[in-house]
Nanobody, 123 residues
């Protein structure tokens, strides 16, 4: 089994930056993909950034050019660097992981492992 633990959330003013980190409880095999989702009250959880098993990054249109996802060589930590934050980025952010040949950022049903979430508030 895999446990995911997020850290780095908090409050920031619009235009500021935050860095989220997600650490897996063990080394993840080469066919794992990882992603960050976010959710606001009353709305669905949506993918914002993901990384394929081969390291290729994927982004939702709403965050392209502002967010950067990266992964360490040991594949047990994924980082989301968030710049130029906007109030509409306010949400609970969740780290997620699954196995496959590519990261299906649009379909959370393929992500079997989830963290508990970390709150990001932009005012």
């Amino acid at each position: 089994d895999v446990q995911l633990v997020e850290s780095g959330g908090g409050s920031v003013q619009a235009g500021g930056s935050l860095t989220l980190s997600c650490t897996a409880s063990r080394y993840l095999e080469p066919d794992f993909f990882m992603a960050w989702f976010r959710q606001t009250p009353g709305k669905d959880r949506v993918g914002v950034a993901g990384i394929d098993p081969d390291g290729y990054p994927l982004y939702a249109d709403s965050v392209k050019g502002r967010f950067t996802i990266s992964q360490d060589n040991a594949k047990n930590t994924v980082i989301l660097q968030m710049n130029s934050l906007k109030p509409e980025d306010t949400a609970m952010y969740y780290c997620a992981a699954g196995r496959g040949w590519f990261c299906p950022l649009e379909d959370r049903s393929y992500f079997y492992y989830w963290g508990q979430g970390t709150q990001v508030t932009v005012s």
